[in-house]
């Protein structure tokens, strides 16, 4: 399969289905929200950049998790039972995205959370479609993630923990809250042995992308969220 190249001036993709077998559709291109927008309601996300360009993937099979699906080990339950941390949204979305940048991951030289991902990301956060979760020890911000959410999908980009557990437990409180609110699924994009043990599962791209057609008909909560008796919602 051929590597298309993107060029800045005209905002479309290829077909995820063009995609190389690792998954890899296109080079080029720019981070900015239309073009971000348009590639994650295709099941296209950017992944690295290598001096300026961004490289553009629609893996098979995709990595998700639906709500209902989500596993709460019992060294999990004994977090939450112990009132360990407190959770909020959206409070301080830049330094949560910088936290991220700043994990060090098996296989990765260095970060692919360049200052143009976090540019892109942030203006995201700024129009209401990009999210964070932060999870506190005391007055510490000790974990967090952070995706963006379109219709009834949200997408996972990365998390990060400076104390054990600190990051699943967000994601569980941030799963535990979509699934009120209705969603359908969150996208995790890859598999990680982190996410399957929460219950993340691969489906085919074919899939993923009806799970796509069907969400373009679906009401985005833009703005900043926060957690609800029954879900999220905007403040």
Not at 3 to 27: C, D, I, K, Q, T
Not at 55 to 77: G, N, Q
Not at 100 to 117: K, M, N, Y
Request: aromatic share 14%; glycine share 8%; hydrophobic share 40%.
């Amino acid at each position: 399969m051929p590597v298309f190249w993107l060029n800045e001036r005209e905002m479309a993709f290829p077909h995820p289905s063009l995609a190389e077998p690792g998954g890899l559709l296109a080079v080029g291109g720019d981070l900015s929200p239309e073009r971000l927008v348009l590639a994650y309601r295709n099941g296209i996300f950017p992944w690295f950049e290598d001096e300026g360009s961004f490289f553009w993937y629609a893996p098979d099979p995709r990595y998700v998790l639906f709500p209902a699906e989500l596993k709460i080990h019992k060294s999990m339950r004994s977090v939450f039972n112990q009132n360990k941390f407190r959770y909020t949204l959206d409070t301080c979305f830049n330094e949560v995205i910088r936290a991220c940048a700043l994990v060090s991951r098996t296989g990765q030289d260095g970060s692919w959370i360049s200052e143009p991902f976090i540019e892109g990301y942030t203006e995201l956060h700024r129009q209401g479609l990009a999210h964070s979760v932060e999870v506190w020890h005391d007055e510490n911000l000790v974990g967090g993630l952070y995706g963006l959410a379109l219709g009834r999908i949200f997408f996972g980009e990365s998390m990060f923990a400076r104390e054990p557990n600190a990051s699943k437990a967000g994601f569980i409180t941030l799963v535990r809250a979509l699934q009120q609110s209705g969603f359908w699924l969150i996208d995790c994009q890859q598999q990680t042995a982190h996410l399957e043990s929460l219950g993340a599962r691969g489906i085919s791209r074919e899939l993923f992308l009806e799970y796509l057609t069907k969400n373009t008909y679906e009401r985005t909560l833009v703005g900043n969220w926060e957690f609800a008796t029954d879900g999220v919602r905007t403040r």
